[in-house]
């Protein structure tokens, strides 16, 4: 088992922070957790994934069946990578908007964590003007579920904890993902090895949000490539390991 390697990542997600995103404070449950009503039908526009730990709302049936399909995917393909099995708590909440076609968002994807009196809550509002960006969808699924493992942890006292998951983290398990599954460019990984890499250690890990949305392609791949590195060798150390 590769639990004390999970711990330590995990452990990232709740220390790892500049100015650090905190929960905001609702009076109620957040709305998130009411279902869209379908036009003319008296029942919820909305579809639990088969594990039910995502909700997604909004757009029409296909589309949403095919998101809660993906972020189940994308779960999934974690606990294979981490070894670890499915013990979620808190609900995450997709919401979706509009339509292909439509004026293009600043962001396509955006994350919002909540909290009230009954705990946490999680949400991703995904727009559809591009219809659905799978890789960058799966992004956001993974940064809510390192948090949500991470919010398992705290405690119940603990709503004004700051959560931030860094870039590296993110693109380092979604490219340990992709190699365990061989779909990642080995080509890459040689001109890595060769060259040195394009980031030094201590440039990957303060890398920001914001200054990850400023790489273009070039600079995010070999971003990505050097994040799976790092957590590829994280998950591979004997202390990560049991049995």
């Known amino acids: 088992m590769k639990r004390s390697a999970i711990a330590l ?9 500049e100015t650090p995103p905190k929960a905001v404070p609702v009076p109620e449950e957040p709305a998130v957790h009411a279902p869209v009503l379908a036009p003319d039908s ?8 088969h594990s039910g730990q995502f909700a997604v709302s909004g757009g029409d049936p296909a589309v949403r069946a095919t998101v809660a399909m993906l972020a189940e995917s994308t779960k999934e393909e974690l606990l294979k990578l981490s070894e670890l099995k ?4 808190t609900l995450v909440s997709i919401v979706l908007h509009g339509q292909p076609g439509d004026p293009l968002p600043p962001r396509s994807v955006a ?6 009196e009954a705990g946490y809550s999680l949400r991703l509002d995904l727009h559809l003007a591009r219809g659905i960006e799978h890789e960058r969808f799966q992004r956001a699924v993974t940064k809510a579920l390192l948090i949500e493992q991470a919010l398992r942890k705290l ?3 603990s709503k004004d904890s700051a959560l931030l998951v860094p870039p590296w983290l993110i693109e380092g398990l979604r490219e340990a993902v992709a190699w365990q599954q061989k779909r990642s460019d080995r080509r890459l990984y040689d001109a890595l090895f060769r060259h040195g890499g394009v980031y030094k250690l ?3 890990l303060a890398l920001t949000e914001a200054g990850y949305d400023d790489l273009d392609g070039a600079m995010r791949a070999a971003f ?5 590195a790092l957590v590829m060798a994280l ?3 004997p202390s990560g390991k049991e049995g």
């Open 42 to 49: 008296g029942t919820p526009a909305r579809v639990l994934s």
């Open 111 to 116: 994350f919002n964590l909540f909290s009230n």
């Open 86 to 89: 499915d013990g979620w708590k």
């Open 9 to 17: 990542l995990l452990s990232i997600v709740a220390v790892h922070a």
């Open 224 to 228: 990505r490539v050097a994040s799976g």
């Open 155 to 157: 405690p119940a006292d």
């Open 235 to 237: 998950l591979e150390q």
């Open 202 to 204: 201590d440039e990957l």
